[in-house]
Nanobody, 127 residues
């Protein structure tokens, strides 16, 4: 059974750092993209950042550029979103997704394509 498990969220003060992780198991099809969406209370779900598993290229939404970094382990089974210089507006539940669509602007804007979501991991930025 295909499974994505997010972990590593928590609470941090503005300006702090956190890393969230995505563990992937049970996938029988190859995938091109692993990435993160987030949803803040009362807001639409938005794409945050992604990585292309073929060439390790990445993309991110403008609001996190220069602050968030996506990385992976060599075996392609665990992916990480390193977040620094966190702001209160980064507070959200963060969800990991895989896709056959290539990582880029289209994928970041395509949360509407998914029918279901996992539990995600909560990130709270507050003083």
């Amino acid at each position: 059974q295909e499974q994505l498990v997010e972990s590593g969220g928590g609470s941090v003060q503005p300006g702090g750092s956190l890393q969230v992780s995505c563990a992937i198991s049970g996938f029988t099809l190859d995938y091109y993209t692993v990435g993160w969406f987030r949803q803040a209370p009362g807001k639409e779900r938005e794409g945050v950042a992604c990585i292309n598993t073929r060439d390790n290229s990445t993309a991110s939404t403008d609001s996190v550029k220069g602050r968030f970094t996506v990385s992976r382990d060599g075996a392609k089974k665990a992916f990480f979103l390193q977040m620094s210089s966190l702001k209160p507006e980064d507070t959200a539940i963060y969800y990991c997704k895989t896709d056959l669509v290539w990582c880029g602007e289209y994928w970041l804007g395509s949360s509407w394509r998914y029918d279901s979501w996992g539990q995600g991991t909560q990130v709270t930025v507050s003083s």
